[in-house]
């Protein structure tokens, strides 16, 4: 009987622990993270192989994404392309279990110092100078002399620095 009533007080005390305590996700992603790996699935779906060539041909050039994510909502991209580094400021949030960056939303499966994202990208057209033209098909883009980009799915892989 005794043990009965030790273990019900005990199960009290934890149940009034205070929940100041708890990490949440939000606390989790803060700090500075670089995508260590990439992977782009067979079908725009998210299902099928993953596919890591283009990875591998970015690790082979020197090319490094990192991000360092602040406690004000704003993260720093930093993107180094042939040992050049450019840096942009971005808002960024947490909505449940879903990481969003500029409003793009993707869940995120963290696990310690690594977590990992699924994310989709719908087709688009875009013309020479990198501007994405909204409302035209495959056909209509590629007449006009630009360039379309499939919808795809990628796999991205963060690690904590």
């Known amino acids: 009987m005794k043990f009965l009533t030790v273990l019900i007080c005990c199960l009290a005390l934890i149940a009034c622990e205070d929940d100041t305590d708890d990490v949440t996700l939000n606390d989790e992603v803060l700090g500075d993270w670089s995508i260590?790996?990439?992977?782009?699935?067979?079908?725009?779906?998210?299902?099928?192989?993953?596919?890591?060539?283009?990875?591998?041909?970015?690790?082979?050039?020197?090319?490094?994404?990192?991000?360092?994510?602040?406690?004000d909502g704003t993260a720093d991209v930093s993107t180094t392309v042939f040992g050049m580094t450019d840096t942009e400021t971005?808002?960024?949030?947490?909505?449940?279990?879903?990481?969003?960056?500029?409003?793009?939303?993707?869940?995120?499966?963290?696990?310690?110092?690594?977590?990992t994202i699924v994310a989709s990208e719908d087709a688009y057209c875009e013309d020479d100078m990198g501007e994405e033209i909204d409302g035209v098909t495959m056909t209509e883009c590629e007449a006009a002399g630009n360039d379309w980009y499939g919808a795809a799915c990628y796999e991205l892989t963060a690690t904590k620095q």
Request: a negative charge.
């Open 36 to 71: 260590t790996n990439m992977g782009e699935f067979a079908n725009a779906d998210c299902s099928g192989d993953l596919d890591y060539t283009g990875w591998g041909l970015a690790v082979a050039f020197g090319i490094t994404m990192d991000y360092t994510f602040n406690a």
């Open 90 to 115: 971005v808002s960024w949030e947490i909505d449940g279990d879903q990481l969003c960056i500029e409003g793009e939303c993707a869940t995120v499966d963290l696990s310690g110092d690594t977590f």
